[in-house]
């Protein structure tokens, strides 16, 4: 090659890499720019059920635990370092916890109560289930009334709808899940957009089973002082091994292979969390090389949403994740000492 040539070789690649740093540059300020308005569109257009804020979650409890909670809401929403948002959140679930004290009398001078001091209702819900990988078949009832949904949360319903899929689909192993709210048009809201984003998301498939519950739960048990004393409360780091508790998810699945232990968050530790209320999947272990510990997560964590779905429940937080395709970025929404955090977790392949 001539000195010549050498030296228009030498310009050209000088004047791409002046144009592409050019092009880095804009990129840097544009695309904080587009994320910033992307966001702000969102918060602009939400509203309490596009973020699952309903009177449903507040449903079955006590007067008390419903004041508690509205004070909890008011003082974080009072907080100046509360963001405009979440302050606007938080007031979305001051009315629906208000809404329901007001029906069940529990506000003086609310008018004539309409459930009783328990706050039970007639729930209506469905039942899914979303075969592992992300490219399985997700299984969806039609919405159905609830017998007694405050026996167990629709855990014998759940049951049930898993046992009728294996004996007339056969279905990749997984968690199935049934959930709840406290009027039909609700129900079917969110079924509907469960079903929207499982389509071309998460399944490749979606087959709507025809099928409602066809026996009754357990009779109802009266919860006692000693009964919830005796509940698993927070414990010191757990093993990964399966645990024997009532309240623990022996971390099967996805979240096995993400070195992940989650349990059912109760009373007491809700109480010593700061928790607003008693729901989410708690973390009792993280394995130091799984995907887990790489997105930053950390024992005593609580995973309240997965990829903008609500987590109220470990076996929850289960079937979501085993729902994703292998390597797929989920977005989590974290409690983490008195705070909620974002997080990022890669979800690993199912061994």
């Known amino acids: 090659m001539t000195t010549y ?7 050209a690649a000088a004047c791409a890499a002046i144009a592409l740093s050019g092009c880095m540059a804009v990129h840097s300020v544009v695309s904080p720019m587009m994320q910033s308005a992307m966001q702000n569109s969102v918060e602009a257009n939400a509203t309490p059920e596009s973020m699952g ?31 405009p948002f979440t302050r606007k959140t938080f007031g979305w679930h ?39 990988g992300g490219t399985g078949t997700f299984y969806a009832s039609p919405v159905f009334p609830y017998v007694d949904w405050y026996v167990d949360r629709g855990d014998h319903e759940t049951k049930e709808f898993v046992a009728y899929l294996k004996s007339r689909y056969s279905p990749a192993a997984a968690a199935g899940y049934c959930q709840a ?85 109760d009373e007491a530790s809700a109480k010593k969390l700061g928790l607003k209320s008693v729901q989410g999947a708690l973390v009792s272990d993280v394995a130091k090389n799984g995907t887990a510990a790489k997105a930053g997560l950390r024992q005593f964590d609580v995973i309240a949403e997965i990829a903008g779905q609500e987590t109220r429940t470990p076996e929850e937080a289960q079937a979501i994740l085993e729902a994703m395709r292998p390597g797929f970025n989920a977005p989590l929404r974290v409690w983490r000492a008195r705070k909620m955090l974002d997080l990022t977790l890669e979800v690993a392949p199912a061994q």
């Open 5 to 11: 040539s050498k030296l228009l070789a030498w310009a």
């Open 181 to 265: 709210e406290d009027t039909r048009a609700r129900a079917d809201a969110a079924r509907e957009k469960l079903w929207g984003q499982m389509f071309g998301n998460l399944s490749s498939r979606r087959v709507a089973v025809a099928w409602t519950p066809v026996s009754k739960p357990p009779p109802r048990k009266p919860v006692t002082k000693t009964a919830v004393a005796t509940q698993p409360s927070m414990q010191p780091a757990m093993p990964l091994a399966p645990s024997s508790g009532a309240n623990a998810n022996p971390g099967t699945g996805a979240a096995k292979t993400m070195g992940l232990q989650l349990v059912s968050v």
């Open 53 to 83: 804020i309903s009177t449903s979650a507040y449903r079955g409890k006590s007067c008390t635990e419903l004041a508690a909670l509205a004070q909890q809401f008011a003082k974080s929403q009072n907080d100046p370092g509360t963001e």
């Open 94 to 132: 001051i009315d629906a916890i208000n809404q329901v004290r007001s029906e069940q009398g529990c506000i003086a001078g609310g008018g004539t109560p309409k459930v009783g001091a328990s706050g039970e209702v007639p729930m209506f819900g469905f039942c899914w289930y979303a075969e592992p």
